[in-house]
Structures are given as structure tokens and as C-alpha cells.
């Protein structure tokens, strides 16, 4: 049947996609509002606001909520991310009124019990420390904090324990009230669920849900690049070397994803065979593009051992350099028969089929149907690919590094290597 799609008279969307191999349902409550939208002193409040979400309401407790969904066998859980924070479950079909209420409970009656607060916090606390802990978690943070410097974009969005610390429940009421709108939120259900009935179910709950969020959109992003080195007494060193990638809109975004398969998607990529396989520089490399409503930001992700630092980061380089100059149509189509699989796949799960729909709506206001966007890989050429790979590669880069990184080549020695630089400033050696 496709995508179902409505929406109610205070602007609230509402999907569904019947997945007649399913005997369950995904669903959930999409809002485009997360870390970015956070103000200078609300650092990680979009985080928090997601961890108190299911500590109690006017009409359920903490207890109450985990075990009114438990008690029909379900499962409830929420997420935020850089531009959207989510709440979504998954049930038996007959269960889907009872975790709609849950789910808008959450929205319009969550009580932010001081109690409650103080315990959540410090848990996010532990949460910080922990991924302070993890070198291969902090470096991530420290790139895009490198890459968009003062800029929410690029700040961690569990905050910093100063600001986890300072947050009351009366902001986290005016946080939810200033960025939770009907006009920035998307309800949706994928596997074994009928539209009329669930849009009916969301009406009753939802459909008196304020019409608008009453806050400015976020800045635009500005990626600045740069270098970051933390000295660390560890056995292995992570570094992350990233560039300007492409927003979600643009005509560039989906060549950007395959263009990082062909260059660390998998085991038979470039960078998996020379970097790991060929010359066991290291025991792990990908590539990653993340695109956002307004910008993007490329990368290389590997991780190595001290000794090998100074000869991993020139192989990297000249495989980026090598990609503006020619890439293969096996290349080509291995990295469309890939991300076509990921697509497949995805599909098959209720839960990543709604929480597809989910973004879509949010990002391109419609749901993408899946032959739209394999014809979009279809049109992929190598030429469009070596082209997009020599303008990718000649925005500033930014270096993130935490570990044994003495050996690391100057971040100014990198730069001139790169495909953009004069051949003559080329002076790292492969």
C-alpha cells in the first residue's frame, strides 16, 4: 500500500506504512528539535529532557510507564540526536492505543519531579565520564567541536557536567514548551497497523497538541576545520581526518555516501585493503559522511598502534588523492549495490522503516519512495564522483586525534598534502 500520510487540523503529520510480513507495529513521535537547537546556557538539555521523559507524568509514575508497556510484552525508549529527538515504541498490533497514550502522556503531562531530576543527572554524569573514558567515543566529539568551533553543531549533546548540573525542572518545561510543536512533529507506525485507525488514536491524544514550536531556527552552520591533539598513555591512538561534506538537500548528498563506501564502506574498500589488509597499518579504518539540514562533514575514522602513527595518515592521504583521479565501475557499483541493500534491508524492519518515514517527513516534508532514490544511485557516474572527490577534498581538513599521537605529521603537513595543495607543498611521504 505505500505510505499513508495526514495530517490533523493543529498541523500534526501522521503516517503509517502497512508491512503485511509484520504481526507487530513501530511507533513513534518525531520532533525536529535536538542538541542544535539548544541555547548558549541549555548544553545538553535536549539530552536530559530525553532521559526525564519517562520518569513519571500526572497520570503515571516511572514504575508505570516501563511496566504498563512491559505488561503486553512491548518495548519503550526515546533518542536525541544532533537535529531531532525521538520516542518510540513497538507493540503487538492490538496494544498500539496503549502505547500512543503512553507516548503522548510523555508530551503533555511529564512532571520533571525534582527527585527525579537530581538522580537523571547524575547518571548523565556517569554517562559524560564514561564517554570521556572511551578514546574512540571522545575523538568523535572532538572533531565535530574541531570542525564547527563555537558552534552548537559541534558541541557533544550530552553537555558538560557544569551545565548537566545547573538544569531545573523549570527549564526543562520551558525548553520542551519553547521547541515541541505540532508543526515540528511527525507521528509515525510501520508493520501491522491500519491508517484510519491509528490516525484516529493520535487525534484523541494528540490532536489538541499546541499547533507551533515558538522558537528560532538554529543558526546556519559554518564549518571551519582545524586541529585537535590530545596526548594520552594508551596502547592505541584514534584519529579522525574530515572535511566540508554536503547537506541532506543538496545534489551532491548522495554521492557523498557513496563515494565514502568506495573509500572505507566495507572490507573490499580502499582504504579496508590498502590501509589494513595490504600494509597492516592498522586494525581499523571506515569512511563516513553525515549530512544534516544545512551542512555535512566527511571523514576517515581509524585506529592504530604508536609505531605505525607517522606512515598511516600519508597512505590515507594518497588513496583521497587517488579518488579524485580515477575510481572504477566495479567500484562504482559495488557502493551502489551496497547502500541499495542498506535501503532493502532497512525496509525490512518495522522499526527502521518508521523511523525512515520519520526523517523523511521531517527533512523533505514526504516520504521517498524507495524507487526515487534507487534511481537516484542509477545516475551516479564515476566522472560526477572524481569530480565531487577533488572539491571535497580541497576544503580545509580538520584532524582530530587522542591517544600516543607524537608521531602524528603537523596538522600544516597534512593540509598540503591534500588533493587541493600545490604538488610542490606534497612533501608527505607514502
Same mark, same amino acid.
Given at each position: ?16 506504512? =502497512? ?40 497520570? *503515571? ?6 511496566? %504498563?508497556? %512491559? ?6 525508549? &526515546? ?12 507493540? +503487538? ?10 507516548? /503522548? ?83 509515525? /507506525? ?6 484510519? /485507525?491509528?490516525?484516529?488514536?493520535? $487525534? ?23 586541529? @585537535? ?18 547537506? @541532506? ?10 563515494? !565514502? ?7 573490499? !574498500? ?5 590501509? *589494513? $589488509? ?14 544534516? !539540514? ?7 575514522? &581509524? ?28 567500484? +562504482? ?5 551496497? @547502500?541499495?541493500?542498506? +535501503? ?7 522499526? !527502521?522503516? /518508521? ?17 526515487? +532514490? ?6 551516479? =557516474? ?26 602524528? &605529521?603537523? @596538522? ?11 604538488? &610542490?607543498? *606534497?612533501?608527505?611521504?607514502?
Amino acid at each position: 500500500m505505500g505510505v499513508e500520510v495526514s495530517r490533523l487540523s493543529n498541523g500534526l503529520t501522521v503516517a503509517t506504512e =502497512t508491512l503485511s510480513h509484520i504481526e507487530s507495529v513501530a511507533l513513534g513521535v518525531w520532533v525536529k528539535s535536538g542538541s542544535r537547537n539548544e541555547r548558549e546556557d541549555e548544553h545538553g538539555i535536549a539530552h536530559l529532557l530525553e532521559h526525564m521523559a519517562f520518569k513519571g507524568t500526572a497520570r *503515571r509514575s516511572a514504575w508505570q510507564i516501563a511496566s %504498563e508497556i %512491559e505488561n503486553v510484552g512491548g518495548e519503550i525508549n &526515546a533518542a536525541t540526536s544532533v537535529e531531532t529527538t525521538s520516542f518510540y515504541a513497538r507493540v +503487538l498490533s492490538e496494544d498500539v492505543p496503549l502505547a500512543i497514550d503512553i507516548l /503522548a502522556d510523555i508530551l503533555t503531562e511529564s512532571r520533571f519531579d525534582p527527585e527525579e531530576l537530581e538522580r537523571e543527572q547524575h547518571v548523565i554524569l556517569q554517562e559524560i565520564g564514561a564517554a570521556h573514558d572511551t578514546p574512540d567515543d571522545i575523538v568523535f566529539d572532538r572533531f565535530t567541536e574541531t570542525a564547527f568551533r563555537h558552534q552548537t553543531l559541534g558541541r557533544s549533546i550530552l553537555g558538560t557536567p557544569e551545565t548537566v548540573k545547573s538544569f531545573t525542572s523549570q527549564q526543562l518545561r520551558s525548553f520542551m514548551d519553547r521547541q515541541y510543536g505540532a508543526d515540528r512533529m511527525v507521528v509515525v /507506525a510501520a508493520g501491522d497497523i491500519k491508517h484510519d /485507525a491509528f490516525v484516529r488514536e493520535v $487525534e484523541k491524544r494528540l490532536g489538541s497538541f499546541r499547533a507551533k514550536a515558538d522558537s528560532a531556527i538554529p543558526q546556519y552552520a559554518n564549518y571551519v576545520g582545524g586541529d @585537535y591533539r590530545e596526548n594520552r598513555d594508551l596502547m592505541d591512538a584514534q584519529i579522525v581526518l574530515g572535511f566540508e561534506g554536503r547537506a @541532506y538537500h543538496v545534489r551532491d548528498f548522495y554521492a557523498s555516501q557513496v563515494l !565514502s563506501m568506495i573509500l572505507g564502506g566495507g572490507m573490499s !574498500s580502499r582504504l579496508f585493503q590498502e590501509v *589494513r $589488509e595490504k600494509r597492516g597499518l592498522c586494525y581499523s579504518v571506515y569512511a563516513f559522511h553525515w549530512g544534516f !539540514s544545512d551542512t555535512g562533514i566527511f571523514g576517515i575514522h &581509524a585506529a592504530t598502534g604508536q609505531s605505525d602513527i607517522s606512515k598511516l595518515v600519508p597512505v590515507i592521504v594518497s588513496e583521497l588523492q587517488k579518488t579524485s583521479e580515477t575510481i572504477t565501475m566495479e567500484e +562504482l557499483n559495488r557502493a551502489r549495490a551496497q @547502500y541499495r541493500a542498506g +535501503l532493502v534491508m532497512s525496509a525490512e524492519s518495522a522499526a !527502521s522503516r /518508521a523511523s525512515q518515514i520519520a526523517r523523511q517527513l521531517l527533512l523533505f516534508g514526504r516520504p521517498i519512495p524507495m524507487a526515487e +532514490l534507487v534511481e537516484r544511485l542509477s545516475n551516479l =557516474t564515476i566522472e560526477r564522483l572524481t569530480d565531487l572527490s577533488s572539491r571535497l577534498f580541497s576544503t580545509k581538513p580538520t584532524v582530530a586525534a587522542v591517544g600516543p599521537v607524537g608521531a602524528l &605529521a603537523a @596538522y600544516e603537513a597534512i593540509r598540503d598534502a591534500l588533493p587541493n595543495a600545490d604538488p &610542490a607543498l *606534497r612533501k608527505l611521504a607514502v
